[in-house]
């Protein structure tokens, strides 16, 4: 199994009840149960006001390398992806488990 973690900042500027952001957001939510590979899918905003922490969080798991790609090239991935390109950076961490 590996793993997928994202954590996403907002941009400066960028607060999460804008139209754009909530759409950005419920595109990933939908994520889970339009793309088979996910085995595990897990999505929301951070509840904590330290300041290293990111604004929102995915937390999925697949089966192996090549259903990872699958998952990353599925159109409803890469839409969702496309929506938070316009007012977020993020990081990715995938490890095997």
């Known amino acids: 199994m590996i793993r997928h973690l994202v954590l996403f900042k907002l ?24 793309i ?16 290293i922490a990111h604004d929102f969080a995915i937390n999925s798991a697949v089966s192996d390398r090549d259903a990872l790609r ?9 839409a969702a992806a496309s929506q938070w390109r316009e007012f977020a950076t993020w990081v990715i961490a995938d490890y095997e488990f």
């Open 70 to 78: 699958r998952y990353v090239d599925h159109p409803a991935h890469q």
């Open 11 to 34: 941009n400066e500027g960028v607060s999460r009840d804008e139209p754009r952001v909530i759409a950005g957001a419920q595109a990933f939510e939908q994520l889970g149960t339009q």
């Open 36 to 51: 088979p590979e996910l085995e595990f899918w897990e999505c929301g905003w951070n509840i904590s006001d330290r300041p």
